[in-house]
């Protein structure tokens, strides 16, 4: 029994998204096209809300916030705001320096929480360290939250509600019904345990099908970074689908997978590379040595990271719908 894809995009589901090896590395596994994957989402995505806005609909709006200077987020960000551009989403980004107190920049998110003409609210991560990030993430409202990160959307997740599911688990899942990968029964490593990635994934991979997150039903362990290594190991050796996300180059190597097993590598390290010096994009998984024994791989780039993005166009869209059906209902009483 093959998990299916769920929502407008199920039309999308039967294409081929792996890159088949060529016949010299036959044994290799199969790459998942993250990014191809995720094009065809954005390009669905982009039908969808056209036709939206034709109705006679309001265009969805997202707001991102920065503090301070970093790099990445900065990157990170203007992908996102690239993609906006392209589904049809209106966007804008709010930029402030590191020095802002937390008291101001939980102003700036009562103030778009409170702006009609904003749907969704994110607040790139990590902020600055006299900043707590749990107190930001709860202070954005619930049905802003398209990053899935207010306890309220976790809390919804973990009972199999209807709510926001961070992008990057629910890029995940949609990579393995795209592929087509058996999830119902399964032995599931997840190795990692923050709250807005490793917890939500662990969730949807052993929650019940049937219900409002239409999740996977795998069985499902947890290995973390007080796992020994001999433990870390084991328990990967015995699993069907492994997805890692904590942020240690090579830490998954080819003695660790089950031959056939499906690797999903969420990982994203920025190490110099030995032979050239300069430096390059790795996840968490020998990717070389891994692919030998793998049935299923997720390539750093190109794999989780464009899943992300396409969640996160789905999910302020998906705020901005329930939002204008709020609206119109509050007018019709």
């Known amino acids: 029994m093959l998990r299916r894809s769920i929502n407008s995009i199920v039309i999308i589901a039967n294409r081929n998204?792996?890159?088949?090896?060529?016949?010299?590395?036959s044994n290799m596994a199969q790459i998942i096209d993250g990014k191809g994957i995720a094009q065809d989402i954005r390009s669905q995505l982009a039908k969808e809300l056209k036709e939206f806005v034709a109705a006679?609909?309001?265009?969805?709006h997202l707001t991102a916030v920065i503090v301070g200077e970093d790099p990445a987020?900065?990157?990170?960000?203007?992908?996102?705001?690239?993609?906006?551009?392209?589904?049809?989403?209106?966007?804008?980004?709010?930029r402030l320096p590191?020095?802002?107190?937390?008291?101001?920049?939980?102003?700036?998110?009562?103030?778009?929480?409170?702006?009609?003409?904003?749907n969704g609210?994110?607040?790139?991560?990590?902020?600055?360290?006299?900043?707590?990030e749990r107190t930001i993430c709860n202070a954005v409202h619930v049905d802003k939250d398209v990053d899935g990160f207010n306890e309220l959307n976790i809390g919804r997740l973990a009972l199999d509600m209807?709510?926001?599911?961070?992008?990057?688990?629910?890029?995940v899942k949609r990579l393995l019904e795209y592929t087509n990968i058996e999830t119902l029964g399964r032995n599931a490593v997840v190795v990692g345990r923050s709250k807005n990635v490793s917890l939500p994934m662990a969730i949807l991979l052993h929650s019940d099908g049937?219900?409002?997150?239409?999740?996977?039903?795998?069985?499902?362990t947890i290995c973390h970074r007080y796992t020994p290594p001999k433990e870390l190991a084991r328990h990967c050796r015995q699993a069907d689908i492994i997805v890692v996300a904590v942020g240690k180059p090579g830490l998954i190597t080819k003695d660790m997978i089950k031959p056939g097993a499906c690797v999903i590598d969420v990982g994203i390290n920025r190490i110099k590379d030995e032979k050239t010096g300069k430096f390059k994009l790795v996840g968490d998984v020998d990717f070389d040595e891994v692919r030998q024994v793998?049935?299923?791989?997720?390539?750093?780039?190109g794999g989780v990271g464009p899943m992300t993005v396409a969640m996160l166009m789905q999910n302020t869209i998906q705020a901005a719908k329930k939002q204008h059906c709020a609206k119109l209902s509050a007018r019709n009483e």
């Open 294 to 301: 793998a049935g299923h791989i997720t390539p750093v780039p």
């Open 121 to 132: 609210v994110l607040v790139q991560l990590p902020v600055p360290e006299h900043i707590n």
């Open 210 to 220: 049937k219900y409002a997150t239409k999740a996977l039903d795998a069985t499902v």
């Open 17 to 25: 998204y792996t890159n088949k090896p060529c016949s010299r590395f």
């Open 162 to 171: 209807e709510g926001i599911i961070p992008a990057t688990p629910l890029g």
């Open 73 to 94: 987020s900065e990157k990170y960000v203007a992908n996102k705001m690239t993609a906006c551009r392209e589904v049809g989403i209106s966007s804008e980004t709010r």
């Open 56 to 60: 006679g609909n309001p265009t969805p």
């Open 98 to 118: 590191a020095s802002t107190t937390q008291e101001e920049l939980l102003a700036l998110i009562d103030q778009l929480n409170k702006d009609n003409r904003v």
